[in-house]
């Protein structure tokens, strides 16, 4: 696997060279610093750019094209990463050596088109509708909303934002603000181009080059890490009561002075090793030993610079369960863990790694990341987590202090469902 980078002026292009799909897939990323009143519009934007072309202008022709173009999948998404927001558009379509002479640059061109020529102005309000949705569901996910709940008393900080926008932002939102916020994006954001399959470089460039038509230049690139959270005396304590069926507990962590070791390889080990899997230190001592806890995870976000222990807890037990991952973190900071506990985490870690690599969009994350963040690519990434030591692990864990603790509990004693329930995050980890 090769990959090769151009600098097309507006924008970077990187070509990774792969034999190991029989599709090709495309990704183009737009990244801006994240500004909270820019959120909700950002999300409608991915929608309304996804629904319509000037080629396909309405939802229908557009899903009858990508089917003639041998089933082609279209995805889009809005992610943060540290200060940054990036809304993502992603393609992927059988390799032209399948299908026929040229389809490769059909492919490509249709992907182009909906960046370039989206009609802005079809199925407003329905898209509308569709946010609208997404941003009063949060409620109907008790450990998503726990974790925002949380991180919104951070103020802010970028954390601290609801992903989902904001229903006041969107009431107000003209279909000419949309088209004047897209003129920005293709403007102002830093672009990356990602192209992963068995092409010729020659012929993917020279499609771009033609028909990727951005003007701008010079663009403004930031830090991405946030700032750190400032010390607190006494660890902040936040509840609230709803009709659960189980208590949700979020601690919250500030990460103090990390080296770039830190950042990239001894906390991600840490943390699998904390709670990570059921392997992990807290299922032992919180769920296995006590029975404490339906479910207890661990979340590092680096670039944040914060730590995340969440659970969900038979109700009442909350304080035995906060007094458990304390000794835990004890421990682990007196270097009382076995050796069998580190390696399982590296290994858990480097199976993660490889596993990515069998998957053209792992393949994309896996190069962003070198060119957002300046990481090794995966294989030396692989043999930097293979040296992480038992001092690592301890020298890191001082640079980890408590900040603050959200609790949701049920707001009667008789709602105690003792079911055994899991509950999983889907938060991108960096």
Known sequence: ????????????????????????????????????????????????????????????????????LYDLKLLASNYRIGNDTILSFRTRFLNE???????????????????????????????????????????????????????????????????????????????????????????????????????VDGEIKNIFREYFKLTTFHKQDISLISKELETTKKVLEFREKDNVNQTQLVMLYGLHNLTDDDRKYILPVYCEMLGGSSNSILFDNVREKNSYAYYVNALVKSYDNIFIIYSGIENGNDKNVIKIINKSFKSIGKGDFSLEKLDGAKETIISSIMASLDNPMGIISNYYAMELVNSLDALDRIERIKKVTKEDIVNVSKKISENRIFILEADNEENNDKEDKWGYLLWKTW
């Open 1 to 68: 696997m090769k990959c090769t980078s151009y600098d097309m002026n507006a924008y970077k292009l990187h070509i990774i060279k792969t034999d190991k799909f029989k599709t090709i897939t495309v990704g183009v990323a737009f990244r801006r610093k994240i500004v909270k009143e820019e959120i909700t519009i950002r999300n409608l934007l991915k929608e309304l750019m996804i629904n319509a072309t000037e080629s396909y202008p309405d939802e229908r022709k557009l899903i009858i094209a990508t089917e003639e």
């Open 97 to 199: 050596k399948y299908t026929e002479e040229g389809m490769n640059k059909e492919s490509i061109k249709f992907l182009i088109d909906m960046i370039f020529k989206p009609k802005l102005d079809v199925d407003f309000d329905k898209c509308k509708k569709k946010i609208e949705k997404s941003i009063i569901s949060l409620k109907d996910n008790k450990i998503k909303y726990s974790l925002f709940k949380l991180l919104e008393t951070t103020k802010d900080m970028p954390y601290s934002y609801n992903s989902y926008g904001y229903i006041d932002d969107l009431e107000k939102i003209t279909i000419d603000d949309i088209k004047s916020y897209y003129e920005s994006l293709i403007r102002d954001d830093i672009v990356d181009v990602y192209v992963v399959g068995d092409a």
